[in-house]
């Protein structure tokens, strides 16, 4: 008796072990498809990734090492990406390298990377290409979410840097980025930044971000760089 309700036991044991599996692979699949589906709905990650193969076709280079690292991101490959936006990001010190702007890059790695790991997550990783992949977090966010939304969030979300080191000023010029993004009016961006931070630094350098975004976004409808709403 006692061995059967142990075999017993053993096989409900089983079942359930089982069913955990399927469900937490169900989800991981649905929480992916969301991830991919968000990704390719962006017009402005479509917008930047297609610059980028469009001239990796054309037999650039350079942006043929791009779009590798584009596709590394898209996958999820966060670890991967981070250590090849750093060999980007050091490339200078080569005497055989060629010139990059990893910056740029960095910000289409960021609207990236936002989907797969939050804006908070995303501003928690390294200040790689100065910030760029926060700036690109911070962007796409803004162009997802109300203005309102953005006041809320913009407060806090640098607060777990030092303010006293850069990182925190870049993080800060990404609350801009977002505010413009949002409602892409550059007075009521700059309003925005006047009600989160009420030290003069950090209002300007939000104000920075709001100016820096519709420049870009100025530039991108002349065609000239690719940053596009």
Known sequence: M??????????????LSVFIII???IIYVSNNDTVFANINKSMLIKSEVDFIRDKCNNGEKMF???????????????????????????????????????????????????????????????NICTAGIYH?????????????EVKKVIINICDNKDK?????KLCIHGTGRALYRSINDVIVGSDGCSEAFKNRE??????EGVLSSHILIEFGKKKTIYHLK
């Open 64 to 126: 043929c090492e791009f779009n590798k690292i584009v596709d590394s991101a898209i996958k999820g490959e966060i670890d991967n990406v981070i250590y090849y936006m750093e060999k980007l990001e050091n490339r200078g010190n080569n005497k055989d390298s060629y010139p990059v702007d990893c910056h740029v890059l960095a910000h289409t790695i960021g609207k990236i990377l936002f989907y797969h790991l939050g804006l908070k997550n995303s501003v928690l990783t390294k």
């Open 136 to 148: 690109g977090a911070f962007e796409e966010w803004g162009t997802i979410s109300n203005l309102n």
């Open 23 to 25: 469900v937490s692979y």
């Open 164 to 168: 006293q080191s850069i990182s925190y």
């Open 202 to 207: 950090d209002e300007l350098s939000c104000f």
């Open 2 to 15: 006692y061995n059967l309700i142990m075999k017993s036991k053993k096989y409900l044991l089983s079942i």
